[in-house]
């Protein structure tokens, strides 16, 4: 189970590292945006920097309820599928 201190850690981590929204060409401050686990924690995501971004609200909502999928390929690293197939990493 994670603490909460642990999720604190790691979503100061996630904040320090990311500066803004993780989509690509998004200039949102962190400090305004969503902190997110990549990999959800019902699904086996863990609440650590390299499962952690942080995402504006349109970014976040797209992932969450618009079809496109997100994969961490490093801490900090994107890569986003449209509905259509189409990746873009950022």
């Known amino acids: 189970m994670t603490s909460a201190s ?6 100061s981590l996630a904040l ?6 993780r989509f ?3 200039n949102r ?3 305004r945006s969503d902190i ?8 086996g995501g863990k609440t650590e920097p390299g499962n952690l971004a ?3 609200r349109r970014h976040h909502t797209l992932k969450q309820f618009g079809g496109w ?3 961490q ?5 994107l890569e986003w599928t449209s509905p259509a197939g189409r990746i873009i990493t950022g």
């Open 54 to 56: 942080c995402l504006c």
């Open 73 to 77: 390929k490093s801490p900090g690293v």
């Open 69 to 71: 999928k997100v994969r």
């Open 6 to 11: 642990d999720c604190d850690q790691g979503s």
């Open 36 to 43: 997110d686990h990549t990999t959800d924690g019902h699904h």
């Open 24 to 26: 690509r060409s998004r």
């Open 16 to 21: 320090a590292r990311d500066q803004r929204c």
């Open 29 to 31: 401050a962190s400090s």
